[in-house]
């Protein structure tokens, strides 16, 4: 019964560790990823203010698209 109980605590204690583990990399992907949309608007923002709007926006786009 000991035995039983001791491998029970351990396993336990290994999956508690391995919960912890996978909310931190949760954690640092939903970091990240906020990070790169926070990234992403500001360059559309900028995009937008250095060509005078959004429809000049679109319009520099599909020029420099077709070329």
Request: hydrophobic share 45%.
């Given at each position: 019964?000991?035995?039983?109980t001791?491998?029970?605590?351990?396993?336990?204690?290994?999956?508690?560790a391995?919960?912890?583990?996978?909310?931190?990399?949760?954690?640092?992907?939903?970091?990240?990823?906020?990070?790169?949309?926070?990234?992403a608007?500001?360059?559309?923002?900028?995009?937008?203010?250095?060509?005078?709007?959004?429809?000049?926006?679109?319009?520099?786009?599909?020029?420099?698209?077709?070329?």
């Amino acid at each position: 019964m000991k035995t039983t109980t001791t491998t029970k605590t351990r396993s336990v204690a290994r999956e508690s560790a391995s919960v912890e583990l996978n909310r931190v990399g949760v954690n640092a992907i939903g970091i990240t990823s906020a990070a790169i949309g926070c990234w992403a608007v500001a360059c559309l923002a900028s995009g937008m203010i250095n060509s005078g709007g959004p429809a000049n926006l679109v319009s520099n786009f599909v020029s420099a698209f077709i070329g």
